[in-house]
């Protein structure tokens, strides 16, 4: 490495005293360590972007909502109308409800199976757990509006692939048109963002496994633990820092989920599968209705703030709990 | 090498200067461009206009095109935001009805033609009842004043039926009266043969078999009420014929007479499945004509009617329609745009589209164009349509949420858990609270 690097290492560590130390630290820091308004130069470029693509438009949103605007004239002022509208709209509410439904699906279930695959998989040997791990991440790398119109196809009652092998086996009876029965499409489409996430959560509690310090289960072999109890007295508190990031991450996808429903269902049968960011489009694109749109993004942005807040209070109380 | 270079940038340079000046001598007499924009995105439409648009700069000199396309759901969502803010095109594709074309009336986006209609006597070419669905007045009534579209291409809802599978089921020729149709569609069902080759996960077949039946039940002479309906003058939903129909469907669809799973198949896909030999029946428009005609046992006829209705309504209309736009500001580039606009809707426009097997509103003068059987029966419909006044309307005109409004609740009528009564409500429920938001 560099000369510059030993010496900031003997200047931490070596024999010399704090002040024939500083000097040298201050000689050899990154100018980009340095504290004060002069770095800020450096960071307006991305903050002039950020701005222009992130926070003026959430910005704008904000306003947009507070007026009746049909994207053509001159947007009329309405303070908080479309708000109190939209917590009188039936159709919200079905949205939200379908959302939650949806949490589920994209962010429990595949939680709850990643960590049971990466505590198996975890045992297994180096060459099978890469070989499983590549194989069940593979998903994820997928655009989701691909696999939304794969398997509506996969889905067809006509020629789809489900219904023919259960015609197949002789199970014609659950051959069911999967997107068109109102109890079966949303755990149908759900059941497509399991298979997405799944493989997602369990690389990030593999990679939080390794993590863990191997004389904990060490200690909890010699205390004569079992699997299962290793893995819920000790496997799992150490992988909370991880289940945080996965959950807060999952959260957020299913809360903007669009286009896996949209390629799917468009919302229905009859808004069966609709959830706020469909509505969303409805409202802004179809019906014109931007104003009203914009308010039913900005709720969505503040249901993830406070459902994530939420998450992380209760994360951080069980982690003060388990220690 | 560098003399060939040298030799190529002097030619090179040579052509600029000859086509300049040629460019500048055109300037002098009609150097234009149209900026145009269409939804002729499917690539059987893109070859008839890309060849009508050569046919019209062939007979227009000096004038270049400035052609975008785009998919009937991105034209709907950027042509007004873009006229609004001063760019896009001069002559243009517009969806009828409130959401689109009756938006842009409004916001002055669009020019009245009253005087091109006149000056090329497009009222003699297309129907009164078919230029009416491009009429607005200055007070925001539609269907009524002033003239702001023509359209090149018909549409209509109609039957469909394979006689292959009639004929297996042992029904020799397609019905002639509603009461037939009805007889032949429980005899098929007594047989085991799915009736219907539906599907109503996207697309909305559901909603053109259920207003084509209703309408069929309308007599030319009683259209009044339905026209009132559709231009916003008023009335209602909760009609006797549209309270048959959402029986009717719900009954097929509770006793198993669609095909299988039809609630989970896209419209397009119940198609591609008729033309496979599913079903006897499927009611759709004209649109389909490129994919049914992939099977010869597949012909379309109006949708029958029952006894003493003696001309009854077909749904239908016209493709989008082509308007001037603000920001055609001159004489001359208006002047442009309408010789753009009477080519599309010219004999020899009509002849180029029957040939490509798409449906002209204008009647074609060369027979021999009209290659496709179906085509042929279509236009043989369209025609006694014209002569009838029978041309219906599409449904979800009536409001800008009323699609949203049939699609909302048409799978809960079909699911049997809406009575077809509480169907109608719901209709007539977003169409008069439209009527009160424009105060009426």
Request: include cysteine.
């Amino acid at each position: 490495m560099s000369a510059t690097t030993a010496q900031t290492i003997d200047g931490e560590f070596g024999p010399a005293t704090a002040s024939s130390a500083r000097p040298r630290l201050q000689q050899t820091t990154s100018v980009l360590d340095r504290a004060g308004g002069g770095n800020l130069l450096y960071v307006i470029p991305g903050l002039l972007i950020y701005a222009v693509f992130v926070f003026l438009p959430i910005l704008a949103a904000v306003v947009i909502s507070l007026t009746e605007w049909n994207g053509l004239v001159v947007p009329t002022f309405v303070g908080l109308q479309n708000y109190i509208n939209l917590f009188s709209d039936n159709e919200f509410y079905i949205a939200l409800r379908n959302n939650a439904a949806f949490i589920v699906f994209y962010c429990v279930v595949p939680l709850a199976i990643g960590v049971a695959l990466a505590a198996i998989i975890s045992n297994v040997g180096n060459r099978e757990r890469m070989a499983l791990r590549t194989l069940f991440f593979l998903p994820y790398i997928m655009p989701t509006a691909v696999l939304g119109i794969i398997f509506q196809w996969l889905y067809n009652p006509a020629f789809g692939p489900f219904n023919q092998i259960l015609k197949a086996v002789g199970l014609g009876r659950l051959a069911l048109p999967w997107l068109g029965d109102f109890t079966w499409v949303l755990p149908a489409v759900g059941a497509v963002a399991v298979w997405y996430f799944f493989g997602f959560c369990m690389v990030v509690f593999l990679s939080g496994m390794q993590r863990i310090d191997p004389s904990l289960f060490d200690a909890a072999r010699a205390d004569g633990a079992r699997g299962w109890q290793t893995f819920w007295h000790v496997t799992l508190p150490q992988l909370m820092p991880e289940i945080r990031v996965v959950l807060l991450l999952t959260i957020i996808a299913s809360i903007k989920s669009f286009d896996l429903i949209f390629t799917m269902t468009r919302g229905g049968p009859g808004n069966a599968t609709l959830v706020p960011n469909i509505y969303m489009y409805e409202l802004g694109f179809q019906l014109n209705r931007y104003g009203y749109a914009a308010a039913v993004a900005i709720v969505g942005a503040i249901l993830v703030f406070v459902i994530n807040f939420a998450i992380h209070q209760g994360m951080r109380r069980l982690d003060r709990s388990a220690n | 090498m560098l003399d060939v270079l040298i030799h190529r940038l002097r030619t090179g340079a040579a052509g600029l200067a000859v086509a300049g000046l040629a460019a500048g001598l055109c300037g002098a007499t009609q150097a234009q461009t149209l900026v145009t924009w269409d939804d002729y995105t499917d690539v059987g439409q893109n070859a008839v206009i890309e060849q009508l648009n050569k046919n019209f700069l062939a007979a227009h000199p000096g004038v270049t095109i400035d052609r975008t396309a785009r998919t009937f759901d991105d034209l709907s969502m950027t042509l007004k935001l873009t006229v609004a803010a001063g760019n896009g095109p001069q002559v243009t594709k517009v969806n009828q009805g409130a959401a689109d074309q009756g938006t842009m009336v409004k916001q002055k986006l669009l020019l009245p033609i009253d005087d091109y209609v006149k000056q090329y006597g497009w009222d003699k070419r297309l129907s009164d009842s078919v230029l009416a669905r491009m009429r607005w007045s200055d007070a925001g009534q539609f269907g009524e004043g002033n003239d702001y579209g023509i359209s090149g291409l018909g549409e209509m809802v109609g039957l469909y039926y394979n006689q292959k599978v009639l004929s297996d089921a042992g029904i020799a020729t397609p019905p002639k009266t509603f009461e037939e149709f009805i007889a032949d569609v429980d005899a098929l069902k007594a047989k085991g043969v799915p009736a219907f080759a539906i599907g109503t996960a996207k697309q909305h077949i559901a909603l053109h078999m259920l207003t084509g039946i209703e309408q069929a039940h309308i007599d030319a002479s009683n259209r009044k009420a339905l026209d009132d309906l559709i231009y916003g003058r008023g009335g209602t939903f909760k009609t006797q014929a549209a309270l048959d129909a959402a029986k009717l469907m719900a009954h097929w669809a509770k006793d198993g007479y669609f095909i299988d799973g039809y609630s989970g198949i896209a419209g397009n896909d119940a198609v591609q499945l008729f033309v496979a030999g599913q079903g006897a029946f499927l009611l759709d428009g004209t649109w389909y004509f490129g994919d049914m005609q992939t099977n010869p046992d597949i012909h379309f006829m109006a949708i029958p009617a029952p006894a003493g209705v003696s001309k009854p309504l077909t749904v239908g209309g016209i493709d989008l329609s082509w308007s001037i736009t603000s920001n055609a500001k001159d004489k001359a580039t208006q002047d442009l745009a309408a010789q753009y606009m009477d080519y599309m809707v010219s004999p020899e426009a009509a002849n180029a589209w029957a040939a490509a097997g798409f449906f002209p509103s204008t009647t074609p003068t060369d027979e021999n164009a009209v290659k496709s059987s179906l085509l042929k029966e279509g236009l043989a419909m369209w025609k006694v349509l014209t002569d009838n006044n029978a041309l219906g309307h599409y449904a979800d005109w009536a409001s800008p949420t009323m699609l949203k409004t049939y699609d909302d609740n048409m799978p809960h009528l079909l699911a049997g858990d809406m009575t077809p009564e509480a169907f109608v409500d719901a209709l007539d429920a977003d169409y008069q609270a439209y009527m009160k938001s424009i105060g009426k």
